[in-house]
T-cell receptor, first 118, second 109 residues
């Protein structure tokens, strides 16, 4: 149980275009979803936290107009990188969390999306 | 501020034991996680500690001392596939995960 999928796993796009990444919790309802970015040989950097049906909370330094997050349902969140530039090339990882009695607040990670902007 | 410290890199020999330490200073504490991350892949859950003491799970064990703000991950009978980064993360008072920078573990034959 607790499987999170991400699509696409790898995408190459041209500078100036937009890319949408989907994150789905397959066998549980995710009350909260997180979007991370990871550059080579660096740790995870939290970009934003989203709760179903409400606006995402962005971390300091993350442009909300550039990284659009939609958490439309308890099983789906999307991240759209708008007007992508080469410096946006990175490994984007989503995670999902569900909270219930006795839950450890564990985050379940998707497999990640490798974005390359040319 | 919130801070989590762990060594940047460690090297160990196949079949041996290695201990990866993590110290933390956070606003509140609701548990500590260890994750394993292979290069190019997403993190996978290893352990969760919220009470002091040792939690054992197969070849991996995790220890927590809340009074000292300290945890360690112990890996026994090391295998080549254990070569990965190990991430320590603390759940703070707002139930947000604060991540360490990760420890890259290199296993040599």
């Amino acid at each position: 149980g607790a499987v999170v999928s991400q699509h696409p796993s790898r995408v190459i796009c041209k500078s100036g275009t937009s890319v949408k990444i989907e994150c789905r919790s397959l066998d549980f309802q995710a009350t909260t979803m997180f979007w991370y970015r990871q550059f080579p040989k660096q740790s995870l950097m939290l970009m934003a936290t989203s709760n179903e049906g409400s606006k995402a909370t962005y971390e300091q330094g993350v442009e909300k107009d550039k990284f659009l997050i939609n958490h439309a349902s308890l099983t789906l969140s999307t991240l759209t990188v708008t007007s992508a530039h080469p410096e946006d090339s990175s490994f984007y990882i989503c995670s999902a969390r569900t909270v219930s009695t006795g839950d450890s607040y564990e985050q379940y990670f998707g497999p990640g999306t490798r974005l390359t902007v040319t | 501020g919130q801070n989590i410290d762990q060594p940047t890199e460690m090297t160990a020999t196949e079949g041996a034991i290695v201990q990866i330490n993590c110290t933390y200073q956070t606003s509140g504490f609701n548990g500590l996680f260890w994750y394993q991350q292979h290069a190019g892949e997403a993190p996978t859950f290893l352990s969760y500690n919220v009470l002091d003491g040792l939690e054992e799970k197969g070849r991996f064990s995790s220890f927590l001392s809340r009074s000292k703000g300290y945890s360690y991950l112990l890996l026994k009978e090391l295998q080549m596939k254990d070569s990965a980064s190990y991430l320590c993360a603390v759940l703070d008072s707002n139930y947000q995960l604060i991540w360490g920078a990760g420890t890259k573990l290199i296993i040599k034959p």
